[in-house]
């Protein structure tokens, strides 16, 4: 069972920046891909950003040039760095991890974007 813990979530006004924390039980090398979900009230869960093993990486358009995914191998750490927040990146934020073709998630964190 591989477990995912988030943290860094908050509240912050626009144009700020936040990182979120994702720190996974197993040695991240172990998992083909990691990466950000989020959901926000009456909205669908949608992908944000995603890292797979080799180290390429994707984006939603509606946070690329604003949201860097990393990762440190060595602390078995995703990162998600997200800067100049809008107000409709308020969501829970989900870190996911594909083991073995099964996916695993994370309880979620909150992200509030608001004056």
């Known amino acids: 069972q591989v477990q995912l813990a988030e943290s860094g979530g908050g509240s912050v006004q626009p144009g700020g920046s936040l990182r979120l924390s994702c720190v996974v039980s197993?040695?991240?090398?172990?998992?083909?891909?990691m990466g950000w979900y989020r959901q926000a009230p009456g909205k669908q869960r949608e992908m944000v950003a995603g890292?797979?093993?080799?180290?390429?990486?994707n984006y939603a358009d509606s946070v690329k040039g604003r949201f860097t995914i990393s990762r440190d191998n060595a602390k078995n750490t995703v990162y998600l760095q997200m800067s100049s927040l809008k107000p409709e990146d308020t969501a829970v934020y989900y870190c996911?991890?594909?083991?073995?073709?099964?996916?695993?998630w994370g309880q979620g964190t909150q992200v509030t974007v608001s004056s």
């Open positions: 197993e040695s991240i090398f172990s998992l083909s891909w």
């Open positions: 996911g991890g594909r083991y073995w073709n099964n996916d695993y």
């Open positions: 890292i797979v093993s080799g180290g390429s990486t």
